[in-house]
């Protein structure tokens, strides 16, 4: 059909779509960000062999549960899987889902015990940012992340780990806060 129209029908249809187009994303641009592009999630990009990444956080992440303390400290909710660091004013800096191990600590108030900069995890993954803060069923408690950024893969079946991983990111800002003397750690169910 173009080649019955003449170029200058072609062209100023070109011109309009492409105008259109424009006008469109400008429209979309200023509306703002999308409603849940603020939404705190997991930045990790999984290895190929990895387990399937933790959902996708919610539009606006949960608040700090209410039973979980006061002053600076990280709280780790076990039923939402999720962590926030929460400064001296009371008020969380960061949130993020994590993936617990089999065994899980109890709810109370803990202090990270023990820093280790790397190591291998107990599922032959090398791991980065461990703090211990609990010990149950003969197992230290930890939260980590993967050097590589995965999640980790289902425990085998019948064996117990410990380790809290959590995506690069999270990993790294909770090493920064927590590695500070006497963080505390509020686990609630």
Known sequence: MAALLPSWVTVTGLTAGATVAVVFLAVQADKGPHPTAAAVRPSASASAGAHPSAPPAPAKAPGIPAASGTGRRVVYALG????????????????????????????????????KASTTGSDGVQIEHILYFAYKSGLSVAFSNAVDGSSPPPA??????????????????????????????????
């Open 80 to 115: 939402d899987k999720r962590v926030w660091l929460v400064d001296a004013t009371g008020k969380a800096t960061r949130t993020f889902t994590v993936w617990p191990g089999t065994v899980s600590p109890d709810p109370g108030t803990y202090t990270v015990t023990r820093t």
């Open 156 to 189: 085998a079946a019948g064996k117990q780990t410990s380790g809290i991983r959590m995506p690069k990111a999270d990993g790294a800002a909770l090493w920064t806060f927590g590695t500070e003397p006497d963080t505390k750690v509020t686990v609630v169910k």
